[in-house]
C-alpha cells in the first residue's frame, strides 16, 4: 500500500486548507486512514483517524470543531479539512493507514496500529 499527501502550502492564520492522501495498492475502506503532524522540534501527534468500513471517525481535542477527515472511496482518497488554522499548525503532515486498527471516537488516537506511511505534506500557518 502507498500513500501520497498532497496540497499542503501557505495558508494564514484562520484560514482554511484542505490536504489529501492517496492510496494505492490497496482500498482506502479496507484500513483505517490516519493524520498526523509534526512541527519543528516536536514529537509527532495524532490528528485523527477514519474507519470507512465501519463509520467512525477521531479528531484529537487540539483540532476537535475545526478539522474533518472524510473520504472518498471512489477515489481512494482520504481528505483532512483544515479551518480556523493557528500558527502552532505549521507542521508536515502525514497519512497513514492500518489494516487491523479500529478508529473510535471514545479512544484516544496516538497512531498505534498503522503499517503503512506517506511522506507528508508541508503545511504552513503564517502572515
Known amino acids: 500500500v502507498q500513500l501520497v499527501e498532497s496540497g499542503g502550502g501557505l495558508v494564514q492564520p484562520g484560514g482554511s486548507l484542505n490536504v489529501s492522501c492517496a492510496v494505492s495498492?490497496?482500498?482506502?475502506?479496507?484500513?483505517?486512514i490516519g493524520w498526523f503532524r509534526q512541527a519543528p522540534e516536536k514529537e509527532r501527534e495524532g490528528v485523527g483517524c477514519i474507519s470507512s468500513s465501519i463509520g467512525t471517525t477521531n479528531d484529537a481535542d487540539a483540532v476537535k470543531g475545526r478539522f474533518t477527515i472524510s473520504a472518498d472511496n471512489a477515489k481512494n482518497t482520504v481528505y483532512l479539512q483544515m479551518n480556523s488554522m493557528k500558527p502552532e499548525g505549521t507542521a508536515i503532515y502525514y497519512c497513514a493507514a492500518g489494516q487491523y486498527y479500529r478508529c473510535s471516537a471514545s479512544r484516544k488516537f496516538d497512531g498505534g496500529g498503522m503499517d503503512y506511511w506517506g511522506k507528508g505534506t508541508l503545511v504552513t500557518v503564517s502572515t
Open positions: 495498492g490497496g482500498s482506502s475502506n479496507d484500513y483505517t
